[in-house]
């Protein structure tokens, strides 16, 4: 458990927070690209306490400046993009990508007063369908050279949804196997070749047996949770007789993206990004290391999910998260539907906007919570003491290096082994890595 005072200062990520001083010290998913795929070129986002305005310039370049105009204060995000940066529609001051003031023009002719002002801007970079940008002081680093932002955009698809709580709890599920045999259990089988782009559907590598009957017929994983460069190596191990073990590996990035498996060719790495302290979003890229992905099909199957532009959620609290007593009792364990993010969804946002951490009692499950816990303090000690992130995301990671998440059912005794030969086997097979 942790104290209520400990408890706070890991979850709070506003401006004059320790743990909001650690987040702008990694760079945030702030959008989705397709936000600005309509006539709306210019956006307020909301990222850890703060609101600015987004947009996207005739170039197709992204910024982002501070949402109050510095004239009178008026709001960024209604503004018009046009003349090469974006003009706030109150005295029509204009603003390029870098914050700097390319004209007043209501100000006396040839006035230079536009060249002592500045608005504050933060470096923007679009990957594989996410918009990230920098939040922190000093010069923003390299964007960490992960599979998801490395790999080309017909290989890659991203999507976001809203989560009704504080960041970290959304996070924290991501890093517990255990839950999938509970949670996500379904009674029934449906067919794996049936299970594209659905998490937990599919079938485990080398073998017929479905996600769904693996998951349900041995909930008793063991857990291990190894520290990286980059955050922690979970592994789940699920012994399915004596000469066979199913390893399932999870990544933290840290420090608040997962990376995780969903099927034999493709993997999720998803990001929990704090709106403010009770609100978050999760942002996704769904990596294929084979064929390209179906874009189409992939966005159809969250579309009908969501309600945009907020990405809300269609089911959740406002009506039970679709529970079915029927439903429980017939095909799934929760009775909340087939769509795993509900189940999730109901999981973190039923603990309260804030959970109140000094209440629970971890298990031997949660070995991962608590080493991520422990990481999270330690780099807010040494940020308190040096001013630097223990944990920076290698610029330049090699394979031995990258947070690789599989699935697989193998008869090596080392599970380590099993997984880096999986990893091998993907790899191989993926062209674009090998380009």
Known sequence: ???????????????????????RKYWQPAALAEEFEGERQVRCVELAGERFALFKDADGIFGMLDIHCPHRGADLSYGRVEDGGLRCVFHGWLFDREGKCLAQPAEPEGSRFHEYVHQRAYPCLERNGIVFAWIGDGEAPLLPEIDALAAPPSHAF????????????????????????YLHRYLEDDDPDAGYGQQFRSKTAFTSMPMTQLLREFPRPRIIAEETDYGLRIAALREIDDQHTHVRVTNL????????????TMTITQWHVPID??????????LSYA????????????LHLYDLPGYVPRVGKANHYGFDPVEQQTRTFSGMGDDINV???????????????SREHLG?????IRAFRRQLQQALKQQDTSGESPLVQSQNMQRDAQPVAVDVIDDASDWQQAWRQRAQARDAGAIWRQS
């Open 364 to 368: 031997h499950t949660d070995v991962a």
């Open 1 to 23: 458990m942790l104290t209520t005072a400990n408890n706070l200062l890991l979850t709070s990520t506003g401006p004059d927070a320790a743990a909001g001083s650690l987040m």
């Open 158 to 181: 991203a999507f976001k949804g809203l989560i009704d709580c504080n960041w970290m709890q959304a996070l924290e599920v991501g890093i517990d196997p255990a839950h999938a045999s």
């Open 343 to 357: 189940h999730d969804q109901w999981a973190v946002e039923s603990m309260g906007k804030l959970q109140d951490r």
């Open 253 to 264: 990035l840290f420090p608040h993206a997962i990376v995780i498996s969903m099927s034999d």
């Open 277 to 286: 302290d009770r609100r978050c979003y999760w942002y996704a890229i769904f």
């Open 291 to 302: 064929e390209p992905v179906d874009h189409a099909r992939m966005r159809a199957q969250r």
